[in-house]
């Protein structure tokens, strides 16, 4: 007579990722802590870099990379990484410039290329998972056909010259159309990391596979989704860029997957997986924001000294989280 099945035991793998849950509230307030000082010293040193118009540029000029940025989290929350997002957000771009260009109503064209995102998203999410390849050699190849087929319909730039997205993008609103989008998707994406199942998932499975497995969660639809949501997510950016520059360019994006990546790390997201808020990428999207935005106010300073201080905040972080892990490992020899 065989005994029930018992529950499988707590690993320490997992005992330790709930350490770094209760941890990473840690993470989050240095972020923010960040943020504040940065604006506050442009504050103190540049006049009018408090200003409402300046706050706004600051969201605008920025709403492409927060867009995919908000994707980016929920790769690396699951444990994964996508390098094909700048490659997106060209691809997209140059497409939508060129398809309106020839007459497709813009409306259409749009819904079009958010679905042909996603199911580019999915197929490498796909990949991933049936076939078991390294999310970093699948992504790698995505970047690679997105940027060629980007540039194989056009090595220039296109303009849109449509009445319609002239318009929607000269609304008198409170933000322009890129912030709004760009805001409206944070707080889906918070609500879908931290109230839905699916976000429950998505931390299950960064966290270790193998129990969320066990525990009946779908993680090969989990790990499908979120390269969908991610793929959404680029070619919503590639749709906020043609907005916010009203043209198509393949070569648009170029190295802009690396500026996601530093944003979601930034904002106390654990590149391990399992670990990490939205609300900590929106931060890390700002802060990059604040240091570009500062650097222009200098005025004498090349913009590669953006690069140089992103740097110098990604390896601060990067050891801050392995203070984290190493102390939620420590936490969890002497228990």
Known sequence: MTSPASPP???????????????????????????????????????????????????TDNAFLGVAAVGMTFVILSGGIDL?????????????????????????VIVGMLLLGALFGAAMGALIQYFELPPFLVTLAGMFLARGVGLVVSLESVPVDHPALTRLTG??????ITAIIFLVLFAAGVYIAHYTPFGRNVYAVGGNAVSASLMGLPVARTVVGVYAFSGFCSALAGVVFTLYTLSGNASAGIGLELDAIAAVVIGGTLLSGGVGVV?????????????????????????WWTRIAIGMLLLIFILLQRFIQNRAAKSQGQG
């Open 9 to 59: 035991p707590t690993t320490p793998r997992s005992s330790i990722q709930s350490r770094l849950l209760a941890s990473q509230n840690v993470s989050l307030l240095a972020t923010g802590f960040v943020c504040f000082l940065l604006y506050a010293a442009g504050g103190l040193a540049y006049q009018g870099f408090l200003s409402k118009n300046v706050f706004i540029n600051l969201l």
């Open 84 to 108: 094909s997002v700048g490659s997106v957000i060209g691809c997209v771009s140059i497409l939508i410039a060129t398809m309106v260009k020839s007459g497709a109503p813009p409306a259409l």
């Open 171 to 176: 609304l008198n609103l409170l933000l322009p």
């Open 279 to 303: 609300a900590g990428t929106f931060l890390g999207v700002l802060i990059l924001g604040i240091i570009q935005t500062g650097i222009t106010f200098q005025g004498t300073l090349s913009s």
